[in-house]
């Protein structure tokens, strides 16, 4: 296993850590909560059952999703449309695309069946995917260098995912499905912890966790090796 690595968390506000079905090791989907009861949407689910919802009652659709750390980008991805309204019944098919069985190989290999539209961007032998961005939200380009924290895109949705979300996954390879994963640390964040916000520093995070991160607190870091093990 590679050493862990400290970044910044690439959205801003609170948000669940999920890893759904399918998805590779460290591959982790977030998605935007509010509120005491940390719901997901503001207009309640039973629209969602029938199939009725829009994506802006999300409370993840279009927040900016930031670079995690200075590097350069690889790989871009836009033309995937966005999926509206959202069906409860298509969610739960989608739920396991069907690239988790078909993986693509390859170095430079097309993961917009999996991801949507995404940017991948490296830093020295590490690479961190960022995907399921809105149409047309990548304000990033192939070639291009970024900072940490500098925003890459909007939170979108994609026919092939179930949920309003940013996916981000770090490894050694630009291909998520055959690289290997990197544990990822993250600088500055709050964990919620029953019923208190708790301050971290450079902790990994864990599926179920809930996150908070502010412009202030994200900001001041950059791509490097963490001393020590969790």
Known sequence: MAEPLIGEFPLRGEWRVMQPPGHPAYAFDLLAVKGERQDYVSTGYLPWVFGMQGVEEWYGWGQPIHAPFDGLVVQVHDGVPDRTPINLLKDMLLTIPPITLFAPRGARADLSPFAGNYALLQAGSVYALLAHFRLHSPNVRP???????????????????????CTSKVSDGPNLFTAHPIPFRVSRFDRWTKPV??????????????????????KGTSLLPCAGGR
């Open 143 to 165: 070639g291009q260098t970024v900072k940490a924290g500098q925003q890459l895109a909007e939170v979108g949705v994609q026919a092939i995912r179930s949920c309003r979300t």
């Open 197 to 218: 916000w708790k301050s971290m520093r450079a902790e990994t995070i864990a599926v179920g966790d809930i996150v908070r991160v502010s412009d202030g607190r994200a």
